[in-house]
Structure formats: C-alpha cells, structure tokens
C-alpha cells in the first residue's frame, strides 16, 4: 500500500475542497476510464492516498467539461424559447401568433450567434462552422406561425453540431475557466491566457505538472518523515526525485552537509517551516492569490503574515494543500446571484456551501443536496427551505446549527464579496414551523432577500417595506398591486413568529398575534373599499383610477414613508385623518384598538400593524386574502417582478 495522509475539516475553504476532492472521484467518469474511488472517511477526517493523486489531473479536466458542458448549458436556455414556439395560445390573432414564433426565433439565434463567433475562432472551416451558418441563416429567414416547427429543429441540430467532441471540449474548458477557476485562482497554471488554444490533453498534462506530480511527491516525503528524521532514511529519498523536484534537490543540497541525526532534525524543524493547512507537511509555497484569490494576497503585500521576516513564505502550505484548494469550486454549488434594487441591479456568479460541524459524511451529504437544489433553479430561500422539509420527511426533528457560505470574487478588481449566514437553534426551529410562511412570499427576490435578514439576526422590516414599495409603484402604473400587497402580508406574519422565535418564546402567543396581524389588515382593506368604491359611483373598480385610487396611493406612500422612519405620530395623524375621511355621515368609523400597540411596549410593534395597514389599504379582503392562504398561490411567472 502506498503513502497516505489523513485530511481534517477545517473552515469553509477547505471544507469546500475536501467536498469537491470527493465529489471528484465519485462521480461517473467511466466514460473515459476513470472508475470511481471512494474515500476512507473516520469522523471528520478522509484519507487521501497515492493512488487518488495519480489519476488527479485527468479526472480534474474530464470532471470540469462534465459538469460545466457548454452545450447542455445553452440548450437548457433555448429550450424557453423552443416551448414558446410549440405552445402559441389558439386565442392569439394571426399577427401576434407571427410575432411570438419570430421573436423566439431571433432569441435562439442570438445565443447561438454568441457561440458562433468561438466556433469561427478556433474551428473556421470545419464541417461544424457551416453547419452553423444555416441554422442561424433558417432561424433569421423564419417567417412566422406557419414556420414553427423551425425553432425547435434549430435547438436540435444545434445541440447535435456542438456536441462534436473537439468544439464541446474546447468551449468549454474556455468558459470553465474563465467562469468557474478564475474568480479563484486568477491567472496561473491553465488558466494563463496562452492555454485558450491548447487541446484537452495539454490541459491535463498541465494540471499533472503544476499540482498531482509535487502533491504526489509532498505525500511520499511526509509518509517518509512521519517515521523519524534520520539521514540515513531521508537522504536516499531525497537523491531518488530531486532531479524531478527543486525543493527536494534544495533539501538534499542541505543534508550532504550534516553529519548528526540532531542536526537533520533540527534543520527541518527550524528552518523549513510547517504547512499552514495540513499537520506534519512541510511547506514549500506560499499561500497567496494563485493558491486562493478571494482571501489571499500577494507576497510583496503579505507583509504582516511574514515568518521570522522570510517574505517569500508569508503563508507556508504544501502542494498538496494547494491541490486541495483547487478542488473549492467543485465543492460548492455554482449560481446567479441578483444584487442591487428592482430598478437598478446586476447579476454576479456566486458560489455558496453550508456547513454543519457534524462528520464528514453529513457535510458531503447535505451540500450534495444543497447543489442538487441550486442546479435544478431553486433559489437560495427554496434550497434551505427545502432542505428542512427533506428533514420532515425523514422524521428529523431540526435541532442542528448551519452556516452558509456564499461568496464572489472578481480577480481582475480584486474584489471579493464574502456572506455568512448562521443559522442557530431557533433559527432552525422557526423554519420548521414556519418555513411554508415564508414560500408564500412569491416574489423571489424579496423572498429571499427576507430569508437573508433573518439569517443573520436582522430585522427583514426593510425587505417588507420594499414589497409594499414596489406594490406602490405597480398601482401608480396602473397595475394590480394586490399580489404584492398580498407578499407584503405573508412577510410581516412571518416576521412577527421570527421576532418571537429571537427572543425564545414559546409559540404560545402566536395565533393571538396573528389574529391581530389579520385584524389590521382588514381595517386598510376596509378603508380601500370605501376611499375607492365609495368614489366611483358604482363603475367598475377594475377601470377605475380616479381619483379614489389616487388619493389612496398617495396615502399609501404616507404611511409607508412614516413607517420607514419610525415616525409614529405622522403615521397616526394619517391614519385618523383617513377614518375621518373613510366615515359616512350618519356614522363616525371608529379607529381600531389595535393601533393603540403603537404606542405600548406590548402586543405588536410599530412596524407589523403599519405593515399590515398599508398591505391592506393596497391589497384585497381579509376573505380572499386568507384562501390564498390556504391554497397553492399564484406562480412564479405571474408575479410582478418589473
């Protein structure tokens, strides 16, 4: 039996690695010769051996152009489009049935157009390029409704015509690395970019002679060390691969000039200095940005993590460590994270794992299945939801702790952007109970941006009183904004049992303080009904917009702005002004006691009833609010997210 070496889970980077390290060898590569490997886990512990290191290079690359297939990617994407073009709705009329099949047409083409001009690069005048060119001169002569069928047989051939191994390889390996290895590594090894053009297997010979060879190496030395420092034992070693690797030759230099066992040991416990990541490795690199550039840094920088004043070892590791950061991508799950406003935002990758302190086996399996929930779209809100109703399912009360981890780097801006969320006790036990609360909340964005606030103990508020913006805006464009109005609801009922979950009540209290969450909601519902019907003179409400609508969403941007800044007076002016205003003349509308919490320090806060008011002032009656409560909502798609 070979040399082996036990690795210890540490924190989220190389916990990360040591994931993708096993994800790497248990996945189906047979194809290519590779039969899977299992690892020897104990604890928190895997055992990693010479004879994983041997097959590292090509498993790397084979896995990396598996997971990270361009073609399935892209064919993924037209498959929206090629839907729309079989599923024209009958009630369309001629010239709109026309428009729908040609602008799924120009969509498709486009994409492929993007793929195009690399196929034009790399592989002009091959079978595939032309190929090619019809398919998006078909697509661009596509006349309409009678020509539907042509979308459909597009994606077909095209998925066909790429799949042809030599373009599939290429593309992707180029996409891979820009997109998956760079935020991480930067530009070293294959990801330099002369390597663009070079073939699959210059790729794997590369990655053998930059990490598997001195990770190999490093591993044989260390199962020879292990054993006591003599000179008799380590100088043969060391004269058997010091052609083949420099630190070896630079250690064998040193130890031809010792003469006493003391002097050897002495020498490496002294002078050459420890890995940073791996017990009983030496160090013969420094941990800086091509190891890890989210959180490293260059040598000429790392001037406060120098060791006894060696600039060129700011951060010992070994090569194997080095290795297993190269397996962190792998060991995470890869997504499309949105970042800014509804109005103004961008999309950034992300790549996010959970940890759970437990064993090794429980920490591949929950983040196996966490990927598996991000690869099929689900968003972050419905992968950790999901995960707690897998629990359910297996009849596992959640009493455990997770943390998730989400980050995004940018090489080229040095930039990294680094987000924990820990998930406590009560934390685990609100979403047991409450998790379906929070998936009512179909806006996916603020579902998960709440999700995200009460991760890290902040108060969602905000998130609430963005949704009641954006059903403000709605309502101001002359849209339904009761859905929104609706989400807005949802988030404060659920913000109230989170807030009662932070403090460590028991959920003794929460049908009560549900039950006045819906009280107040019904109250703006009534003052809707009357602001509004009360104005239009018996006209549909649907074609009404003036000016009960009006005046009603001016008041709404009141109380929302009074909410937002805590203003409980100006909000409670507003609120007897519109009762006052909402009152017949035979009968004055009496003000809710319920609002009378505003001012207490009991019953519910501030911004619950002021959120629950204004949900209501733009939603629809408590009757109908609450059987969308009891039944499936509306989907994703219908949401207004514009």
Not at 117 to 132: I, M, N, R, T
Not at 234 to 249: S, V
Not at 391 to 417: D, R
Not at 421 to 449: F, T, V
């Amino acid at each position: 039996m070979g040399a082996s070496i036990k690795l210890q889970m540490e924190d989220w980077m190389w916990t990360a690695g040591l994931i993708g390290l096993r994800r790497l060898y248990e996945s189906d590569l047979s194809e290519y010769g590779l039969d899977r490997a299992k690892f020897k886990v104990e604890g928190t512990r895997i055992t990693l051996t010479e004879e994983h290191l041997e097959s590292f290079a090509k498993r790397y690359i084979r896995y990396m152009i598996e997971e990270f297939n361009i073609v399935t990617r892209d064919v993924k994407r037209m498959e929206f489009w090629s839907k729309r073009s079989d599923n024209v709705p009958d009630r369309l009329k001629p010239a709109e049935k026309d428009a729908q099949i040609k602008e799924a047409a120009k969509q498709v083409r486009a994409q492929i157009n993007d793929q195009f001009k690399k196929v034009d690069k790399y592989f002009a005048g091959s079978p595939e390029h032309e190929l090619l060119q019809q398919i998006m001169e078909t697509l661009k002569n596509c006349s309409g409704y009678d020509q539907r069928d042509v979308v459909k047989q597009a994606v077909e051939e095209y998925e066909k015509t790429m799949s042809t191994q030599a373009i599939k390889e290429k593309l992707t390996l180029n996409y891979m690395k820009a997109m998956i290895m760079n935020p991480f590594f930067g530009q070293t090894s294959i990801l330099q970019p002369t390597f663009n053009a070079k073939s699959t297997d210059e790729h794997i010979a590369q990655i053998e002679k930059d990490f598997a060879q001195p990770a190999l190496h490093e591993l044989r030395w260390y199962d020879v060390v292990r054993n006591g420092l003599e000179k008799e034992r380590l100088l043969p070693f060391l004269e058997l691969w010091a052609d083949d690797y420099k630190p070896f030759h630079d250690w064998r230099k040193a130890l031809k000039k010792m003469k006493a066992d003391h002097e050897v040991a002495e020498y490496f416990q002294s002078q050459i200095l420890p890995c940073s990541f791996i017990d009983g490795m030496h160090a013969t690199q420094s941990y800086e940005e091509m190891v890890f550039s989210p959180l490293a840094l260059s040598k000429s920088k790392a001037f406060n993590f120098s060791w006894d004043f060696n600039r060129n070892l700011p951060i010992p590791i070994s090569a194997l460590a080095r290795l297993v950061f190269l397996c962190v991508p792998i060991g995470m799950a890869t997504y499309n994270r949105r970042l800014g406003t509804e109005e103004f935002n961008e999309n950034k990758r992300f790549f996010g794992m959970l940890l759970t302190g437990r064993s090794f086996d429980t920490e591949y399996m929950e983040n196996e299945s966490y990927r598996s929930r991000r690869k099929q779209d689900a968003t972050f809100g419905e992968a950790i939801i999901g995960l707690f109703r897998e629990h359910e399912q297996k009849s596992e009360h959640i009493q455990k702790q997770y943390t998730f981890v989400e980050v995004h780097s940018e090489y080229s801006a040095k930039k990294t952007l680094l987000d924990y969320y820990h998930m406590p006790l009560y934390m685990a036990d609100y979403l047991h109970h409450y998790g379906k609360w929070i998936e009512r909340i179909k806006h996916r964005e603020q579902r998960d941006a709440f999700l995200r606030q009460i991760l890290q103990g902040h108060d969602p508020k905000l998130t609430i009183f963005e949704i009641l913006r954006l059903a403000i805006v709605e309502s101001n464009k002359g849209g339904d904004p009761k859905w929104l109005a609706y989400y807005a609801l949802e988030a404060t009922r659920a913000r109230v049992q989170w807030l009662l979950a932070k403090k460590g009540e028991k959920r003794m209290q929460d049908k009560n303080l549900d039950s006045t969450v819906w009280h107040v909601y019904k109250q703006g519902a009534m003052i809707r009904q009357r602001m509004v019907k009360g104005r239009q003179g018996g006209e549909n409400e649907e074609n009404y917009r003036a000016p009960g609508s009006k005046k009603l969403e001016g008041l709404a941007y009141r109380l929302l702005n009074a909410a937002k800044s805590g203003d409980r007076q100006e909000f409670m002016d507003s609120v007897f002004r519109v009762y006052l205003s909402a009152s017949r003349s035979d009968a004055i509308l009496p003000v809710s006691n319920a609002f009378l919490n505003i001012f207490t320090q009991e019953g519910l806060d501030f911004e619950t009833i002021s959120s629950a008011f204004v949900a209501g002032l733009l939603g629809q009656d408590r009757k109908d609010a609450e059987e969308k409560a009891d039944q499936e909502l509306k989907p994703e798609g219908e949401a207004v997210h514009e």
